[in-house]
């Protein structure tokens, strides 16, 4: 009897919830300084109001949606709890602060913003994190930059670059974990099904940076005070051993070998954890060694030299850093399932997908919705989450793996949030940076590349694969057509 009088959202019913959610998540952001936990809230409460009243569907079904929502992120949540031990141990154990170390030392001003882009590569992909890498190592390559009279622009645009390369790559990251979840595939698959748009996005970058370095040669020195003093404060506060860099080639092992991310991560913090414990013990009895190793990974490390951009960068980690983004995903998520469940997400795809006649108009209309959200709610998790949601059914329904989505989702809606001045991410980069957006835009050469080199693949069809080509890596298929059957 209730499926006989439910009815189906009209378009305008559709928008109101999202409108809802736009407008608060704005407001919240931009204006409030706030987050997007309690406009996701307001939006869910109004998409649920809009289901009963309007739609007629019972609290049951509007529960049935958000928790068949939820239930397809928490693979990825259990991930993120598993980054958030691994991000502290290894920067305990020195594994983070060796790669940092190492990384710093290949400068030199002859290829000063190539050398930027890779050191901010590294350590972004080290850490999972494009706010902390700008924050500490892309400060002080600013710092360089002045010092060697290269415009600010330019280097600001090689710090965003190599930052973001990590926030995209690196398993560590958020919205790495993020993107797979939404769109329906398992993190590896996704991180490994990435490499086809990263590589060449990111070398192109790179040669771009080498020809500005060959055409306006760096003038200057590059030990700057703040330089010298991040090298000599990593250098007394751990034990630098090239051991160290066992426990990320274990996990890079792990990953060529097509291990699942749960376990390889583990064995990720577990070597990170015997390494703790033999080499940065230092005189401290097995208590407080195993009492520190707990600490590293329940709040995560906390730095104490004294040097502020030490500090900065490597006080974090742990279980509890990670419950904030598991909090913002169960409630967007919760959002994305109830307006599932109503039919106004699907309602909202069928307008714009009318745009997507092929593979590649209905990928440059997944990479343009991400851009749009990231210009529009000023975030970019809304910007993953979003389009997500609304074309994860139109990918499978033309056979398409959910990982050419979550690579769209990462080519676009991670790169271009840096981009957009009143974006959380742009606006951070800029205050941090000292430049404004739109100086260091027309240098952020990975973050333009990207979303162009994803349309391409779509409308070429190199390197977009099928459901059939790796069924074994496409998660929630069932749960998708018993939701579209409803």
Known sequence: MQAEVKRTPTLWMSLIPVIVLIV???????????????????????????????LRMSWREIQTGMT??????????????????LIGVWIASGVVPVMIYYG??????GYFLAATIVICSLISLATGSSWSTAATVGLAMMGVG???DISPGMTAGAVVSGAYFGDKMSPLSDTTNLAPAVAGTDLFTHIRHMVYTTTPAFLLALILFIVIG????????????????MLSTLSASFNLSPWLLIAPLAVLILVW???????????GVLIGAVLLLTLQRGGAGWDAALGGLVKALYT???????????????????LSSMMDTVALILVALAFGGIMEASGMLARLAAAILMLARSTGSLIAVTVASCFGMNVLASDQYMAIIIPGRMY?????????????LSRALEDSATLTSPLIPWNTCGAYMSGVLGVSAFTYLPFAFFNLASPFVSILYGYTGFTIQKIADDPATVVGVEEEAGAGAG
């Open 24 to 54: 608060a998540l704005f407001y919240t952001i931009v204006v409030l300084d706030g987050s997007g936990h309690i406009p996701l809230i307001l939006g869910s409460i109004t998409a649920a109001g809009i289901s009963a009243a309007r």
């Open 68 to 85: 068949r929502g939820i239930l397809m992120a928490l693979p990825a949540i259990l991930i993120l709890i598993i980054v958030g031990l």
């Open 104 to 109: 710093l030392k290949i400068l030199a001003p």
């Open 146 to 148: 002045q010092a060697l």
């Open 214 to 229: 060959l055409v306006r040669p760096a003038s200057g020195a590059v030990e700057t005070a703040e330089y010298v003093l």
């Open 257 to 267: 070998k097509r291990t699942p991310a749960l376990p390889a991560l583990v064995v």
């Open 300 to 318: 995560g490390y906390v730095s104490e030299t004294g040097v502020t951009s030490v500090d900065e960068l490597l006080s974090r980690g742990g």
């Open 392 to 404: 994860r059914a139109a990918f499978l329904e033309r056979d398409l793996h959910p990982k050419n």
